[in-house]
């Protein structure tokens, strides 16, 4: 099993919709959480971080975070076809020091 | 400010020969990581630096890889013998030392390729 779980997808949805990007982690005691977010031929870009449960809300981004499910998602509101990506979930395991675990990263496609 | 520099931007080489990746952090930044990220295996760490010390090499596929930084403003990966297999993009990423809940920035990244 891995330690952070994406759907690779395509996640395709319509312009103006809500696109919802879940992950999932093992280490029960991680601490950080970010999302990324990776334009084809370009280096990851961090969208959000997020610490503590609940959700943290920046522009059209939300990242929600639960930790006893051992969950991170991120929702974009008012989807564009420059959100078009794939989105990396990367967390900060316990004992690892600064080291993040990346997901897969799931793709995804907005639709015009 | 500037970000994390990576240079050369694309290597295209012979299999066997020497390759080597430079990077420099972001200034203030202690910690540094070398990635490798191909569409099979996804973003992979290779090994990372504390204060220009190595802290974890797990990441290194073989002995034909190393990794210096002999400052904090400058690290190279290298590799010798280059294969085939090793084509990849490289991306080097800093953070602040001992922080972390802070997260990484990465440079412009490295598209190699060995013929």
């Known amino acids: 099993q891995k330690e952070v779980e994406q759907n690779s997808g395509p996640l395709s949805v319509p312009e103006g919709a809500i696109a919802s990007l879940n992950c999932t982690y093992s280490?029960?005691?991680?601490?950080?959480f970010f999302w990324y977010r990776q334009y084809s031929g370009k280096s990851p870009e961090l969208i959000m971080s997020?610490?503590?449960?609940g959700d943290k809300e920046d522009g059209r981004f939300t990242a929600q975070l639960n930790k006893a499910s051992q969950y991170v998602s991120l929702l974009i509101r008012d989807s564009q076809p420059s959100d078009s990506a794939t989105y990396l979930c990367?967390?900060?395991?316990?004992?690892?020091?600064?080291?993040?675990?990346f997901g897969g990263g799931t793709r995804l496609m907005v639709k015009p | 400010d500037a970000g994390v520099i990576q240079s050369p931007r694309h290597e295209v080489t012979e299999m066997g020969q020497e390759v080597t990746l430079r990077c420099k952090p972001i200034?203030?930044?202690?910690?540094l990581f070398w990635y490798r990220q191909t569409m099979m295996r996804g973003l992979e760490l290779l090994i990372y630096?504390?204060?220009?010390?190595?802290?974890?090499d797990s990441g290194m596929p073989e002995d034909r890889f190393s990794a210096k930084m002999p400052n904090a403003s400058f690290s190279t990966l290298k590799i010798q013998p280059s294969e085939p297999r090793d084509s990849a993009v490289y991306f080097c990423?800093?953070?602040?030392?001992?922080?972390?809940?802070?997260?990484?920035?990465f440079g412009d990244g490295t598209r190699l390729s060995i013929l």
């Open positions: 990423a800093s953070q602040p030392a001992g922080r972390s809940n802070q997260p990484q920035h």
């Open positions: 630096f504390n204060n220009n010390v190595p802290i974890d």
């Open positions: 997020i610490y503590s449960n």
């Open positions: 280490d029960r005691v991680s601490q950080s």
């Open positions: 990367a967390v900060n395991m316990e004992n690892a020091g600064n080291m993040l675990t």
């Open positions: 200034s203030g930044h202690n910690s």
